[in-house]
């Protein structure tokens, strides 16, 4: 696995200036899939048996234009489409939502108090941190309908307009608003799915549709409208918003051009109708297929869209019980909408389920590669240092894919541990593979620098069981 990571973070060569900054770049790529403490670029470096050297040179890749970070993430969504190239699907399915990386400095660039969204429903928490938004692609694994992987092609820091002060001139409070307003997530996140758009179109993949799945925070008139061609989009919306039929007839002679017709029943009070009947999808989730109850409405409009029809599905809740003897729970019903009111409604379920993945990616990316806590507080640093690892944990993915390491677990689990249940490959699975296979040889090679191998390592075989079972079972 470690070799098909080296293979290809060497794709990201055309990235670099200079020979010895991508040396320099793989080499704490290495550490950050290798560091079990914080991952700082100090923990990088110590992982890879560097604290002893200068680290100046280190903290200086990420400074200027020394690595370029398009071409990085370039590398891994080219990876990602040659590898779904053997799906029967031709859509290309992308997903962008945005995160929160807590920080403790106050010197912190782009560093503000921010709504915690890990607070209770009842009480709004802030918390000081910086604010992300990334995009991914799905990694089909089994085909389009089958489990899948996100994978990050892009990372852009959103840092908060500063709010002038009490004796701020008017000049400088308009000038505050109109940054305010480029620095919006909902303006942002438009301008990232036209750049993936235009990247696509680059990379060859100009007759291929782009199905993005977003969560109700994009959901709305800045996105929708911005929307470039060839792209669909599918995103949450409330429960009791207006929608509107299509326009029976268009007023003669002058006169203005109807874009609504009358008023539509709230999408909650749809889903209480039964004159709307509900039709059966099947989709993969959580481990197999499974069938969903939903309904759908075509040829829909709403004032934020504009003259765009759009399609609404309601998918019923589902039920699930925490255990066999458990009353049976009820999650919550989701109201989606699509820009593509032609499309098909299993593909469009499965599109939105596969959305749940870049929230998994988050989670791994945060508590497991360390991303958000290098110690850095210049304005390039932190936005190129997270966008770095994310980077990595993509190539991570990819390199697991690749080594059908997704296929079945290479590494036995702990007596303790269900081995019956385990659907599915893990990040902590494939981080103990690469980290075993990265520790096993360095021994091999520290061992070969001051020592006979030969002998040395038959002295080694009558400790070699404990010694690799510590390195496979050694967790972050």
């Known amino acids: 696995m470690i070799g098909c990571f080296r293979s290809i973070f060497e794709g990201c060569l055309p990235a670099f200036k200079q020979s010895r900054t991508f040396d320099r770049a793989r080499s704490l790529a290495l550490g950050v899939l290798g560091c079990l403490g914080r991952c700082t670029i100090t923990g990088m470096l110590s992982a890879n048996g560097s604290q002893f050297k200068d680290w100046s040179a280190a903290y200086r890749l990420f400074k200027g234009d ?3 970070l398009d071409g990085i993430f370039g590398a891994v969504r080219r990876r990602v489409q040659k590898l779904n190239l053997s799906s029967e699907d031709t859509n290309i399915y992308g997903h962008m939502d945005d995160t929160l990386f807590r920080k403790k400095g106050r010197n912190v660039f782009g560093a503000s108090w921010l709504r915690d969204p890990l607070g209770p429903p009842f009480a709004n928490n802030f918390v000081w941190g910086q604010r992300f938004i990334q995009v991914s692609l799905s990694l089909l694994e089994n085909g389009s309908s089958g489990p899948s992987k996100a994978i990050p092609v892009d990372l852009v820091h959103c840092p908060a307009t500063r709010k002038p002060g009490k004796t701020a001139s008017q000049a400088e ?9 480029k620095a919006k997530l909902s303006e942002i996140g438009a301008q990232r799915i036209v750049k993936l758009r235009t990247d696509l179109d680059s990379d060859g993949h100009a007759e291929r549709k782009l199905v993005i799945s977003v969560d109700g925070s994009y959901t709305n008139e800045t996105v929708i409208r911005k929307l470039p061609d060839n792209v669909d989009m599918i995103g949450r919306i409330r429960k009791d918003c207006k929608l509107y039929a299509l326009p029976c007839e268009q007023p003669q ?26 039709m059966a999808v099947r989709a993969w989730a959580a481990g197999k297929i499974r069938s969903f109850d939903v309904k759908v409405i075509r040829n829909v409009r709403w004032r934020k869209s504009g003259p765009k029809n759009l399609m609404l599905v309601i998918v019923r809740p589902v039920g699930y019980r925490l255990t066999k003897k458990s009353k049976l729970l009820y999650r919550n019903p989701a109201y989606l909408i699509c820009t593509n009111p032609e499309m098909e409604i299993s593909m469009l379920l499965q599109a939105y389920i596969r959305r749940w993945e870049i929230e998994v990616g988050f989670r791994d990316q945060k508590t497991l590669i360390g991303c958000g806590q290098a110690q850095v507080r210049l304005k390039g640093v932190v936005e190129k240092v997270p966008a770095f690892i994310s980077a990595c944990y993509g190539m991570m993915l990819l390199a697991a894919h690749e080594t059908n390491l997704t296929e079945k ?22 981080l103990n593979r690469f980290r075993a296979e990265k520790w096993l040889e360095s021994i091999r090679i520290n061992f070969s620098d001051f020592v006979n191998i030969e002998k040395k390592m038959a002295k080694l075989e009558k400790l070699a069981n404990p010694i690799l079972s510590s390195l496979f079972y050694m967790r972050n």
């Open 173 to 181: 409070i308009d000038i505050f608003k109109e940054t305010q307003k």
């Open 66 to 68: 020394r690595m370029n």
């Open 253 to 278: 002679g002058s006169g203005r051009k109807k874009y609504y017709g009358e008023e539509l029943p709230t999408p909650e009070m749809i889903r209480q109708d039964q004159q709307y009947p509900y």
């Open 409 to 430: 677990v290479s590494l036995p689990g702990t007596k303790w541990y269900k081995n019956a249940l385990r659907t599915r490959t893990t990040t902590g699975d494939i």
